[in-house]
C-alpha cells in the first residue's frame, strides 16, 4: 500500500511558476513509476507527465512539454512537478499517482492539489 499526499498547488498568475510536491509512504518508493495528472473543471482527467523508478525516464503530455518538468528524489520518497509558463489552461486539480511500471496504469492515487492560473 502507497499513501501520497500533493502539495504546492495555489494561485498564480499567467506567465508563473509553481512547484508540486508529491510525498509518498513506504519503503518501496524507488521500484513505483510516478505520474502526475490533472482534472480541469466539467472535463475528465488528463494525463500530464510520468516518472520511471530510477528517474531516468520521464514522458510528458503534448500539452506541457517544454514548460513543465518531472523528477524525484527516492531519498525522501517524494516526486516533483516543475510547471513554468503556466497558462489559464493549466488550471485544474493536480493529481499524484503510483504504477508498477511507466507503461501500466497507476494503482495509487493522492487526494489532489489546485492551481488555478490568472489570465
Known amino acids: 500500500q502507497v499513501q501520497l499526499v500533493e502539495s504546492g498547488g495555489g494561485l498564480v498568475q499567467a506567465g508563473g511558476s509553481l512547484r508540486l510536491s508529491c510525498a509518498a509512504s513506504g519503503r518501496t518508493f524507488s521500484s513505483y513509476a510516478m505520474a502526475w495528472f490533472r482534472q480541469a473543471p466539467g472535463k475528465g482527467r488528463e494525463f500530464v507527465a510520468r516518472i520511471s523508478g530510477t528517474g531516468a525516464t520521464t514522458y510528458y503530455a503534448d500539452s506541457v512539454k517544454g514548460r513543465f518538468t518531472i523528477s524525484r528524489d527516492n531519498a525522501k520518497n517524494t516526486v516533483y512537478l516543475q510547471m513554468n509558463s503556466l497558462k489559464p489552461e493549466d488550471t485544474a486539480v493536480y493529481y499524484c499517482?503510483?504504477?508498477?511500471?511507466?507503461?501500466?496504469?497507476?494503482?495509487?492515487w493522492g487526494q489532489g492539489t489546485q492551481v488555478t492560473v490568472s489570465s
Open positions: 499517482a503510483a504504477g508498477p511500471s511507466m507503461l501500466a496504469p497507476s494503482d495509487y
